[in-house]
């Protein structure tokens, strides 16, 4: 008996949380795609980050400092659309 209600409680939460990301503006096709391109420029920019901090070979940095170099521009355009 305790396990059916355990399980109501874990759907009502599921329904709650479902319901508070509708619930926010909605964003047109154009919008979505800016946010998602935005997204995966800051993750691939964390990443570049990242793996500066280990490396170690010189060439290696200089490229990953090309790279971030390269992504912070991509976000800048980004930010002005």
Do not use: C
Request: charged fraction near 30%; avoid cysteine; hydrophobic fraction near 45%.
């Amino acid at each position: 008996m305790a396990r059916g209600w355990e399980s109501k409680s874990v759907e009502a939460q599921q329904d709650a949380a479902s319901e508070s990301r509708r619930a926010g503006p909605q964003l047109s096709r154009e919008q979505a795609a800016l946010e998602a391109k935005r997204a995966t420029l800051l993750l691939a920019r964390a990443r570049a980050i990242a793996d500066l901090n280990a490396a170690t070979a010189p060439a290696h940095r200089v490229m990953l400092e090309e790279t971030i170099a390269e992504l912070d521009r991509q976000l800048s355009a980004a930010a002005r659309r």
